[in-house]
T-cell receptor, first 114, second 112 residues
Framework: KAGVTQTPRYLIKTRGQQVTLSCSPI?????VSWYQQTPGQGLQFLFEYFSETQRNKGNFPGRFSGRQFSNSRSEMNVSTLELGDSALYLC?????????????FGEGSRLTVL | QQQVKQSPQSLIVQKGGIPIINCAYE??????FPWYQQFPGKGPALLIA?????SEKKEGRFTISFNKSAKQFSLHIMDSQPGDSATYFCAASRGGAQKLVFGQGTRLTINP
């Protein structure tokens, strides 16, 4: 069974640009959540999607957005990039909206903003 | 109220020793407490998890101890091996939500 797949794995952008990251969950998983990982702030929750609906949102500015498609695949977008957006962005999937809480993480997309 | 505090930040143990990582939470609504293990270049992977109606849970060499009254929980790794060297994160969530609140992580090194 394939794991959570995130693309691209690495990318470099400049300030002011925007970026879109993609996540394909484990087959059969309907819930997708996104996390930002930085050395200073650690792992922080961005948002969670289930059946194409955003169920929960973390404390991030509106420049961070996401969506989920009917096949459960998800994308997140960051507009007007800032230096502080440099981070590892992790996608996680789980079976359902109120599953055991076990999240399966992908290997992440490492974003560098110059 | 949403914080999970983890200590120590880093830990070095000899092979065969028992590293212990501690976490404390504030929000009594939390009802699910997982531990994740992360190797460099990889995403976190679930190691073991506990709910507050249980005081201890063992899975292989990994044990979670949970103290509901103190709002603390800890991870013990028995017979630690160099392959256990990784960063460990505790976390908490409530109501089956996928929103995990993570501790800051502990970088564990097991020396051979």
């Amino acid at each position: 069974k394939a794991g959570v797949t995130q693309t691209p794995r690495y990318l470099i952008k400049t300030r002011g640009q925007q970026v879109t990251l993609s996540c394909s969950p484990i087959s059969g998983h309907r819930s997708v959540s996104w996390y930002q990982q930085t050395p200073g702030q650690g792992l922080q929750f961005l948002f969670e999607y289930f059946s194409e609906t955003q169920r929960n949102k973390g404390n991030f500015p509106g420049r961070f957005s996401g969506r989920q498609f009917s096949n459960s695949r998800s994308e997140m977008n960051v507009s007007t990039l800032e230096l502080g957006d440099s981070a590892l962005y992790l996608c996680a999937s789980s079976l359902g909206q109120f599953s055991t809480g076990e999240l399966f993480f992908g290997e992440g997309s490492r974003l560098t903003v110059l | 109220q949403q914080q999970v505090k983890q200590s120590p930040q880093s830990l070095i143990v000899q092979k065969g020793g028992i590293p212990i990582i501690n976490c404390a939470y504030e929000n009594t609504a939390f009802d699910y407490f997982p531990w994740y293990q992360q190797f460099p270049g990889k995403g976190p992977a679930l190691l073991i998890a506990i709910r507050p109606d249980v005081s201890e849970k063992k899975e292989g060499r990994f044990t979670i101890s949970f103290n509901k009254s103190a709002k603390q929980f800890s991870l013990h790794i028995m017979d630690s091996q160099p392959g256990d060297s990784a960063t460990y994160f505790c976390a908490a969530s409530r109501g089956g939500a996928q929103k995990l609140v993570f501790g800051q992580g502990t970088r564990l090194t097991i020396n051979p």
